[in-house]
């Protein structure tokens, strides 16, 4: 593995030399706190900021993106044929992101890239990205990653990972991407491999003792999904639930969108943009029926998606890298760890 030191002096004029061939995406501070943006040539990333109000979701599934063309003008080949939209896939890096979130890409890729469907969107997006992460130190109240499987320092999804040790980042390339990547930074001062290994074992280690918020996942596989859909807890999380969908929309591991279509003129544009299962539009039939109609039907089904339809179709966790941002985001005090324990620790009274 290899692993480069890059002087916090040189950073900005290394990423600002990646621009030539990178699009650069990464953390910026406005009004509605820290989200991660398209960075324009004159803003830089504020690496300072841990705490992303939403995820890098949206550099590879953005929460409105044209899909298809067509042109209703007869006069021309090919009218009223939906035709692939056109969109700019040249390399970009998202940099700065929580470790985590990149882990979340790898979880969400179960759902778009598989042996018999690929969604080529996402996928084309997925391919152009190079993801770098920065470790977090001080991880947040929220943050419950180390007991699914993640955690501050988590590589999963990585192509670059980095340390920050005050004067200098310790870069840790994870993937031939990364390489590329810092190549195109001029970022080359290798150092130690077994000493900068050491020094981000001490750093994981460090972070993962601040972390004290659990949850336990153990039993979730020997539960039946009958006997979860079934229990009697269900009315009770849901009661407060306004359905405002702010927990799908932070978290980085949801992807459930829509489809629509919008004409004008002669030109005619399919869209996706992301939606939530907390809609009761989201399973509205054409006839008027609505098989998740009321609240509780659709409270239950975000959790049992996540913590046990997931669990048992992929074998590979839970849907949920826990970053905290639903618990975070939710007006009513919705939290996927206390569901998580009812549901894990639920048993069937006879
Ligand atoms: S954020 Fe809270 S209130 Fe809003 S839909 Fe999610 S669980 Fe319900
Ligand atoms: S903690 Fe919440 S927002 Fe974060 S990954 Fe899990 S379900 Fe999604």
């Given amino acids: ?15 600002d030399k990646s621009r030539e061939k990178y699009q650069l995406f990464g953390p910026v501070k406005d009004e509605n706190g820290c989200l991660i943006k398209k960075l324009e040539p004159d803003v830089q990333p504020d690496m300072g900021l841990h705490e992303s109000v939403m995820s890098a979701k949206s550099v590879v599934f953005p929460q409105t993106e044209k899909i298809l063309n067509a042109s209703l003008d007869e006069s021309i080949e090919n009218h009223h044929i939906m035709q692939r939209a056109k969109t700019d896939y040249s390399p970009r890096a998202v940099l700065g992101i929580r470790p985590y979130d990149a882990k979340a890409m790898e979880l969400v890729k179960l759902n778009f890239d598989t042996k018999d469907f690929k969604d080529p ?8 990205t190079v ?3 920065l470790g977090i130190t001080k991880p947040g109240p929220f943050d419950f990653s180390t007991s699914v499987g993640t955690g501050p320092f988590c590589e999963d999804g990585l192509d670059v990972l980095l340390a920050d040790l005050d004067d200098t980042y310790l870069a840790k390339i994870l993937s031939p991407k990364g390489e590329a990547y810092t190549a195109a930074c001029g970022f080359n001062a290798i150092v130690d491999e077994k000493e900068s290994q050491a020094l981000f074992d001490i750093l994981r280690k460090e972070a993962e003792k601040n972390i004290v918020s659990q949850v ?3 039993k ?3 539960k039946t999904i009958l006997e979860l859909h079934e229990a009697d807890f269900w009315d009770d999380i849901a009661f407060a639930c306004i359905n405002c969908g702010t927990c799908t929309y932070v978290c980085p591991t949801c992807w459930c969108f829509d489809i629509q279509d919008e004409t004008k003129q002669k030109q005619a544009t399919r ?6 299962c907390m809609s009761p539009l989201f399973t509205r039939h054409a006839t008027g029926h609505n ?11 975000r959790f049992m998606h996540k913590l046990k339809y997931f669990l048992d179709k992929y074998d590979q966790g839970i849907m949920c890298v826990g970053c905290g941002r639903c618990v975070k985001s939710c007006p009513v005090n919705i939290d996927i760890r206390e569901v998580c324990h009812m549901m894990n620790s639920y048993e069937k009274q006879d």
């Fill in 271 to 276: 869209f996706r943009n992301w939606d939530t």
């Fill in 291 to 301: 098989p998740r109609g009321t609240k509780v039907q659709r409270v239950r089904q």
């Fill in 121 to 128: 969107y996402w996928c084309d997006a997925y391919e152009a």
């Fill in 216 to 218: 336990k996942i153990d």
């Fill in 220 to 222: 979730l596989k020997e």
């Fill in 131 to 133: 993801f770098v992460g």
């Fill in 1 to 15: 593995m290899k692993f480069i030191s890059i002087d916090k002096n040189d950073w900005t004029r290394g990423i």
